[in-house]
């Protein structure tokens, strides 16, 4: 067998594992390139070529040429490791791109395993819910920054000052009425019979706030 053989095998090999980690990705929209997946494939095929190579020493008989094959590998293991762990290479839109599979792992498994217990299940529910949320944040920030629009700072709270319990209460609002929801049968008990208003919070909310000519009530 060949060495070119043995060389197009490893790298066969190196595409077919980089493919595979995006096989348990929950949705295709989800499939982005990872540079940090990129160097575990070849870290995987590096391994793959010394293992192999241990295995099969009797069907390549280039001493030096199999000193020179396990000598690359382990540095291209070592630097393909330093490149993962260092993540030098990796910018904002890389690292987001490497994050969204990974995210989209987290869905796939939370959702579709077989959970009994339901305070698992509640936990499962928040990652899902989480997991969606932080996806579509960073796929609109992939698309916002690698046109060009990179901002350089972003708001933060101002860092909490000291005062004094005078301070405190002098610049805190206390409500004076919480305005809880009223039902209609609470109000026609107030109210009586006639024509009336109510006033809501929103359009699906019981009214807060029910009058009627003479008369008002309030809850």
Not at 16 to 38: D, G, K, P
Request: net charge neutral; glycine share 6%.
């Amino acid at each position: 067998m060949s060495y070119i053989r043995f060389g197009l095998m490893i790298l066969t090999s190196t595409v077919v594992m980089f493919i595979l980690m995006y096989l348990n990705t929950y949705a295709w929209e989800h499939v982005f390139f990872s540079e940090t997946r990129t160097y575990m494939a070849v870290m995987m095929g590096a391994t793959m070529a010394v293992v192999m190579l241990a295995y099969m020493m009797g069907m390549y008989k280039s001493m030096p040429l199999n000193i020179a094959i396990f000598i690359g590998s382990v540095i291209l293991f070592a630097l393909s490791l330093w490149l993962v762990r260092s993540q030098v290479t990796v910018s904002g839109p890389s690292y987001m791109r490497a994050m969204i599979p990974h995210y989209s792992i987290a869905i796939m498994t939370s959702e579709r395993a077989q959970i009994r217990d339901p305070r698992v299940r509640k936990l499962a529910d928040d990652i899902i819910e989480a997991q969606r949320r932080e996806i579509a944040e960073m796929r609109y920030l992939i698309a916002d920054v690698s046109s060009g629009n990179v901002v350089e700072s972003i708001y933060k709270d101002p860092p909490v000052a000291l005062g004094t319990v005078e301070d405190a209460l002098s610049n805190t609002l206390i409500s004076q009425l919480d305005l809880a929801p009223m039902h209609e049968a609470e109000a026609d008990r107030v109210l009586g019979p006639g024509a009336r208003c109510r006033f809501n919070r929103s359009p699906e909310a019981d009214p807060i706030l029910w009058s009627a000519q003479g008369a008002a009530g309030r809850h």
